[in-house]
């Protein structure tokens, strides 16, 4: 079981940016793929995008691309949400995820592990 934690929410204006950061423990093992989700209230969870703990290959919903960018420090076992030109209908819980397989799975329900979330409000 991967243990994970993320940071870096906060309050921005629109237009702004924000990074988030998820620290992962536990054995990542090359094949996972770490997601990042968000949850606004009243909403199912939403997924964002992906990146393969081998390699560099990423993946996004439509509604980010363009403006959020995963990346990796696999030395730190951390991933990262580079977020720009935020908009207020990105205001949600973020949450990271790991998934032990390369399949690219867009459902939360098939993601086995979860940190705990950190909030992001953007203001208008």
């Known amino acids: 079981q991967v243990q994970l934690v993320e940071s870096g929410g906060g309050l921005v204006q629109a237009g702004g940016s924000l990074r988030l950061s998820c620290a992962a423990s536990?054995?990542?093992?090359?094949?996972?793929?770490m997601g990042w989700f968000r949850q606004a209230p009243g909403k199912e969870r939403e997924f964002v995008g992906l990146i393969r703990w081998s390699g560099d290959i990423t993946y996004y919903t439509d509604s980010v691309k363009g403006r959020f960018t995963i990346s990796k420090d696999n030395a730190k076992n951390t991933v990262y949400l580079q977020m720009n030109s935020l908009e207020p209908g990105d205001t949600a819980v973020y949450y990271c995820?790991?998934?032990?397989?390369?399949?690219?799975?867009?459902?939360?329900?098939?993601?086995?592990?979860w940190g705990q979330g950190t909030q992001v409000t953007v203001s208008s």
């Open positions: 995820a790991v998934r032990p397989f390369t399949t690219v799975v867009t459902t939360a329900s098939g993601w086995p592990d």
């Open positions: 536990g054995r990542i093992l090359s094949s996972h793929n």
